[in-house]
């Protein structure tokens, strides 16, 4: 086949241009991982201490508490990433900034726990 039959030639492209368009799909699982990962930990640890302890736990109860956190905060990450594309932080900046994300913090916490509240209530 010659150079003529195959179309136009194109551009040959780096790693980060190649893999951009999974970008997101990528960025999403690693959140959803993460936050997965640290509720089952927290879950195990529960049944593990209260199993200790000789308290009698449900294994559905950890479940709902630690899911519905991570839940509420997983649906929280976007104005998380807005926050921090909006006021980044840097080295000349964070002094000014820090009453922003003392705010934030301050919301965060507030969303995250009525976030849990309305999750577990439908549980």
């Not at 194109?10 to 997101?24: A, G, K, N, S, V």
């Given at each position: 086949?010659h150079r003529s039959d195959a179309g136009p030639a194109?551009?040959?492209?780096?790693?980060?241009?190649?893999?951009?368009?999974?970008?997101?799909p990528f960025e999403i699982a690693i959140w959803v991982?993460?936050?997965?990962?640290?509720?089952?930990?927290?879950?195990?640890?529960?049944?593990?201490?209260?199993?200790?302890?000789?308290?009698?736990?449900?294994?559905?109860?950890?479940?709902?508490?630690?899911?519905?956190?991570?839940?509420?905060?997983?649906?929280?990450?976007?104005?998380?990433?807005?926050?921090?594309?909006?006021?980044?932080?840097?080295?000349?900046?964070?002094?000014?900034?820090?009453?922003?994300?003392?705010?934030a913090s301050l919301v965060w916490s507030l969303l995250?726990?009525?976030?849990?509240?309305?999750?577990?209530?439908?549980?």
């Open positions: 086949m194109r551009e040959p492209q780096d790693f980060w241009t190649r893999h951009r368009p999974w970008q997101r991982l993460v936050f997965g990962i640290a509720a089952a930990a927290n879950v195990a640890v529960i049944l593990i201490d209260a199993h200790r302890d000789g308290l009698h736990v449900q294994a559905w109860q950890p479940v709902v508490e630690e899911g519905s956190s991570a839940l509420a905060s997983l649906l929280l990450v976007p104005s998380l990433l807005w926050l921090c594309e909006r006021w980044p932080l840097h080295a000349g900046t964070w002094a000014r900034r820090l009453p922003v994300y003392a705010a995250h726990v009525a976030g849990m509240v309305l999750v577990r209530n439908f549980a």
